[in-house]
């Protein structure tokens, strides 16, 4: 079946650290891939999107993705957090159909 | 622009009482869906409105219904509520085909006692 696996569930961060947010499909055929941020008591937002092309994405707040083909992943990464990175952070794969498919999510904690 | 708005926010039912979530965007978006978010399990897909006029399962789609009103509205209906039915559920839109990224709303979050 497809899926979508994020690694972590929990990250706990001090302000300026750098972080990498696992994220691996499992689909063989062409998939298009996303990263949705949900602050505390709000709504997702898109965070980046890879269609095709160059696969190294950036995408807003100094957000990229890194999209390996041979290895099925697409981690989210950002060079220094904020204590306003805090939020909750969603992997997701289009594989055809109607049918997006969501990671279980990863919580990120960032220490002022 | 309002984006995806959902009604309630917030309710608490009884087993075995009936429930419409009500959602609607401004976007002229084709496709609409409706998600629930269960900790550690991510948002899974209940169903699914690829045009106005159509509706078909997703994931998760028992205990549900759902009616695509209009190309705004999409309504999802627990008609017998049950206590695994509590839980965060979010209507999303885009323009379709699928691959376009969602727009969410703010989301219900439903208690069933």
């Known amino acids: 079946a497809q899926s979508v696996s994020q690694h972590n569930h929990h990250v706990i961060l001090s302000e300026a650290a750098s972080l990498e947010l696992g994220c691996n499909y499992s689909y063989g055929g062409t998939v298009n891939l996303f990263w949705y941020v949900q602050y505390p008591g709000q709504h997702l937002q898109l965070l980046l999107k890879?269609?095709?092309?160059?696969?190294l994405v950036k995408g807003i707040k100094g957000f990229e993705a890194e999209f390996i083909k041979s290895k099925f992943s697409f981690n989210l990464r950002k060079p220094s957090v904020q204590w306003s990175d805090t939020a909750e952070y969603f992997c997701a794969a289009y594989t055809g159909g109607f049918k997006t498919i969501f990671g279980a999510g990863t919580r990120l904690f960032v220490k002022a | 622009n309002a984006g995806v708005t959902q009604t309630p926010k917030f309710q608490v039912l009884k087993t075995g009482q009936s429930m419409t979530l009500q959602c609607a965007q401004d976007m002229n978006h084709n496709s609409m869906y409706w998600y629930r978010q269960d900790p550690g399990m991510g948002l899974r897909l209940i169903y699914y409105s690829a045009s106005e006029g159509t509706t078909d399962k997703g994931e998760v789609p028992n205990g549900y219904n759902v009616s695509r009103l209009n190309k705004r509205e999409f309504s999802l209906r627990l008609e017998s509520a049950a206590p695994s039915q509590t839980s965060v559920y979010f209507c999303a839109s885009n323009l379709g085909p699928d691959n376009q990224p969602q727009h969410f709303g703010d989301g219900t979050r439903l208690s069933i006692l």
């Open positions: 890879y269609f095709s092309g160059d696969p």
